[in-house]
T-cell receptor, first 109, second 116 residues
Framework: QKEVEQDPGPLSVPEGAIVSLNCTYSNSAFQYFMWYRQYSRKGPELLMYTYSSGNKEDGRFTAQVDKSSKYISLFIRDSQPSDSATYLCAMRGDYKLSFGAGTTVTVRA | EAGVAQSPRYKIIEKRQSVAFWCNPISGHATLYWYQQILGQGPKLLIQFQNNGVVDDSQLPKDRFSAERLKGVDSTLKIQPAKLEDSAVYLC??????????????FGPGTRLTVT
């Protein structure tokens, strides 16, 4: 069983739709939860991070963490074609990041 | 602020050949990471440096991979000899401690290696 599970998609939505992404994990020691965005042929860039359980909002992006269920989510409101990318969840207990496989999202104009 | 620089961006070699990748982290970042990202997978940590020292190299295939970080700045990752399964993107990242107590990692654009 992988430490972090993420549905690779692909996910295709019309412009303006809400994009919903999620990951599950098995390691109870994870305390920091991150979402990275990776455009084609680029390195990942940090979108949001959350410490422990709860919600965090940043503009059109909302991250949710439910440690009791070992489940994290990312919602993108009013999606734009520029949001088309691969979204990677990542988690950390001590110092090492464990990444999901990434979900490829396409927002159709 | 300049980002993490990597070179070359692309490399094609035959199996059993050698290859080296170079990384220049963001100025002042003490921690440097090398990741391997195979197509369709998330990045996997190969090695982590704190200044000159190795913090974690548990997933580095030491029979063929080596890495060094001289003077605590630039780093090189070498593969010798390469195998077909080494085809991947090799990402370098560096990090600093944020005001929130979190080490945020900044990634370079990666080197795409194809082994034929």
């Amino acid at each position: 069983q992988k430490e972090v599970e993420q549905d690779p998609g692909p996910l295709s939505v019309p412009e303006g739709a809400i994009v919903s992404l999620n990951c599950t994990y098995s390691n109870s020691a994870f305390q920091y939860f991150m979402w990275y965005r990776q455009y084609s042929r680029k390195g990942p860039e940090l979108l949001m991070y959350t410490y422990s359980s709860g919600n965090k909002e940043d503009g059109r992006f909302t991250a949710q963490v439910d440690k009791s269920s070992k489940y994290i989510s990312l919602f993108i409101r009013d999606s734009q074609p520029s949001d088309s990318a691969t979204y990677l969840c990542a988690m950390r207990g001590d110092y090492k990041l464990s990444f999901g496989a990434g979900t490829t999202v396409t927002v159709r104009a | 602020e300049a980002g993490v620089a990597q070179s070359p961006r692309y490399k094609i070699i035959e199996k059993r050949q050698s290859v080296a990748f170079w990384c220049n982290p963001i100025s002042g970042h003490a921690t440097l990471y090398w990741y391997q990202q195979i197509l369709g997978q998330g990045p996997k940590l190969l090695i982590q440096f704190q200044n000159n020292g190795v913090v974690d190299d548990s997933q580095l295939p030491k029979d063929r991979f080596s890495a060094e970080r001289l003077k605590g700045v630039d780093s090189t990752l070498k593969i010798q000899p390469a195998k077909l399964e080494d085809s991947a993107v090799y990402l370098c990242a560096s990090s600093s401690l944020t005001s929130g107590g979190y080490y945020e990692q900044y990634f370079g654009p990666g080197t795409r290696l194809t082994v034929t």
